[in-house]
């Protein structure tokens, strides 16, 4: 794919950027995964855990093209002003969660933790090509994250 053009790749870099958050000059990555707490919100309104999995791994999926455009139109791998990645995994972290304030901060925390962290395979997972790699490593991290916020909610906010 060329470096897309006119509208399209205004609506690129939007969507890649987090619609300018992921050009934040501290944390682009932290302050670009904001809006996923609002899908992840979204989500619970789909008062089914199959069709939030299901619209959480869609989110994942549609992240792919969006990394790969975009890092093609930066130029760099892995830009730090993509953030598409951030956001549209996030999802994931909470998926069968009870979304209260305090477990929304413990999942953005963890999910910050293991998105720096990186641990094992998620660092090797960059290594794929263009947005496979951009996104894989990010879910991968969020799939920690979402054990830590299980065991989180089951010893401090389960009942």
Do not use: H
């Not at 501290?26 to 299901?54: D, H, N, Q, R, Y």
């Not at 956001?87 to 910050?112: D, K, M, Q, S, W």
């Not at 998620?122 to 299980?150: F, K």
């Amino acid at each position: 794919m060329d470096k897309p053009e006119g509208s399209g790749r205004k609506l690129v870099v939007a969507l890649a950027t987090g619609f300018g958050l992921g050009r934040s000059p501290l944390a682009s990555g932290t302050v670009g995964t904001l809006p996923g707490i609002g899908l992840a919100v979204g989500l619970k309104f789909l008062e089914c855990l199959w069709l939030e999995a299901a619209a959480a791994a869609a989110m994942c999926l549609l992240a792919v093209p969006i990394c790969t455009v975009a890092e093609r139109f930066f130029g760099t791998k892995d830009d730090r002003r993509i953030v598409a990645d951030e956001y549209l995994t996030f999802p994931l972290c909470v998926i069968g969660l009870p979304l209260t304030p305090g477990l929304l901060a413990v999942a953005f925390l963890t999910n910050r933790f293991f998105d720096v962290l990186k641990p094992f395979p998620a660092r090797r997972a960059q290594d794929l090509p263009e947005g496979w790699g951009i996104v894989t490593d990010d879910v991968l991290s969020c799939c920690y994250s979402w054990l830590v916020n299980w065991g989180v909610y089951r010893f401090f906010f389960a009942s």
